[in-house]
């Protein structure tokens, strides 16, 4: 199952293993079953603190990973592509090796007293998943009342379709649909320690003003967050999550001196990169607004305040929506903005892209090698994608695109989408076409609404900033996909985060020698 190069990783990994690991495989003649059943094998040939033992478990094939202490971390289907990474780190940590948790973390993981049963959909192609699986595994390896399941959505399509499943990761919790998308270790604490947010405030209100506020843990944030840091500066990097846009992001070839990356591992080296200097990273904390009283105040929607003498602004954008009846209602039961992370939900049916630019078209090849038959709608009368992707659809013989057409409705009947109705902006004629899933892919929208009464913006609702990153307010500067800037690209968006963070520096060096020149 295993080549011998990642046997070699692997068997060097499992060389931190302190305790048994018991691999327990419930498998039948299929053939995802004899392949999990031979990766059990391969993993416990190379340490002899592996065992594999068979019994019946409530899914097959599936594989439960546990230890002495009662741990319940279970994989139904093959962990392999973006999971093969969420089952190492099982093994690793039902192994005993330490988890990289803050102590107080591990502290509020260990003290949960209820029975907490978790089951999280995925898809092996999905970047976002694996955050999501692992939060939870760690949870199950600290906590034996914990226990979560890895479902591959793509395997088990009876499970998916009974509970309408159309959007990963889909987070279960007792039975109940707890979650829904990206979420974090701490979102997922906050949810379920109806103590935390409260002592998390607390926390907050108690520290002390910093010098440079990033608000944004993107790559605009995270350049700004080093560049602050590394001036000496007492710096905080505020966020909902840690890296934005760019976890979405499967394939990045124009990184300058990075041949290829993903964007998961992006994030994860930027995260690694921040955490090496001095900066108070504060997540699963959303900005709502920002004031000034002497010092700059932002208000955070957890009822928290922080306070500092600078603010740079780097929130971002989000996907754009169509803005038409149903969207809204089928979100995630139909309607979709990540391909890759949904796609495989919709193996063998009939969707569409919404939108004819580089995004859509690349969404659009990539679900014709996944779904029965994509239609692509482009506003536009041409599409505006390079030439070599428009090329490449049209090859494709399942893929059909219209132009001038304007979607006016999603449809569905009330419990997923059943299609949409778009109309001809040549004719004006309506037209309804029947379908299981929409991708929407039409853009950006900056995240600027709590900042409209607050800074100047422009008509499309970016940050207008000077060269130096200044907006309109002095001391707030702004940097990335938020800001007025021409492109939006991750290398700009670093370097227009830098730009911001050495204008603040600056900025603060001129104050201080006003002060000192006033008080002479």
């Known amino acids: 199952m295993l080549n011998a190069d990642l046997k070699q990783q692997l068997g060097i990994y499992l060389q ?80 005993g090796h330490p988890l990289k948790l803050e102590a107080e973390v591990i502290e509020q993981i260990k003290a949960l007293p209820e029975q907490l049963r978790f089951e999280t959909f ?51 919790l007792n039975g109940e649909l707890f979650a829904q998308g990206r979420i974090s270790l701490k979102e997922i604490l906050a949810k379920v320690d109806s103590q935390a947010g409260a002592r998390e405030v607390e926390a907050l209100e108690r520290r002390e003003p910093y010098e440079v506020l990033i608000v944004g843990a993107g790559p605009a944030g995270a350049s700004a967050a080093i560049y ?52 108070d990273l504060i997540e699963n904390q959303k900005a709502i607004r920002l004031t000034q009283d002497g010092l700059y105040q932002l208000g955070l929607a957890s009822g928290a305040r922080l306070s500092s003498k600078t603010v740079l602004i780097s929130t971002g954008a989000r996907w754009r929506e169509m803005n038409v009846p149903g969207e809204k209602e089928y979100r995630g039961r139909g309607v979709a903005y990540c391909p890759h992370c949904d796609g495989p939900l919709f193996k063998g049916k009939r969707v569409a892209v919404i939108g004819g630019g580089n995004s859509g078209i690349e969404a659009a090849i990539d679900l014709a090698n996944i779904v029965e038959h994509v239609t692509v709608l482009e506003f536009d009368t041409k599409l505006r994608a390079d030439e070599v992707l428009v090329r490449k659809a049209r090859s494709m013989g399942n893929i ?99 730009t911001a963070s050495l204008g603040a520096f600056d900025f603060l060096i001129r104050q201080g020698e006003e002060q000192a020149s006033q008080a002479a």
């Open 400 to 498: 059909d695109i219209i132009t001038q057409a304007q979607t006016t409705e999603v449809t569905g009947d009330g419990n997923k989408v059943t299609g949409l109705v778009y109309t001809d902006r040549l004719s004006g004629d309506s037209h309804s076409i029947a379908l299981a899933g929409i991708f929407v892919q039409i853009g950006l929208v900056p995240n600027t609404e709590w900042l409209k009464e607050t800074l100047e913006l422009t008509a499309r609702g970016e940050i207008v900033v000077d060269q130096r990153g200044q907006t309109s307010l002095p001391g707030v500067f702004a940097a990335g996909d938020v800001t007025n800037a021409a492109y939006k690209q991750i290398i700009i968006a670093m370097g227009s985060g830098a």
């Open 122 to 172: 995925v898809s092996l192609s999905c970047q976002n998943c694996p955050e999501v699986v692992q939060a939870l595994n760690m949870m199950a390896a600290l906590n034996p009342t914990i226990s979560n399941t890895m479902i591959d959505g793509a395997l088990f399509q009876d499970e998916v379709e009974s509970r309408q499943i159309m959007a990963v990761p889909s987070v279960y």
């Open 228 to 279: 602050a840091a590394r001036k000496g500066l007492r710096t905080a990097l505020v966020a909902d999550r840690f890296g934005g846009q760019v976890t979405e992001t499967v394939g990045i070839e124009n990184f300058i001196s990075v041949k290829a990356t993903e964007g998961p591992k992006l994030v994860a080296n930027l995260e690694a990169h921040v955490r090496d200097y001095e900066v």
């Open 16 to 95: 931190n293993l302190r305790q048994d690991v018991r691999l327990v495989v419930s498998a039948d003649d299929s053939k995802k079953s004899q392949e999990l059943l031979e990766l059990a094998n391969d993993i416990a040939s190379l340490s002899p603190l592996v065992s594999v033992t068979r019994a019946k478990l409530e899914l097959t094939p599936a594989m439960q990973v546990t230890n002495a202490q009662g741990a319940d971390i279970r994989f139904a289907g093959l962990p392999m592509g973006h999971e093969f990474t969420s089952l190492v780190m099982a093994l690793l940590h039902t192994g």
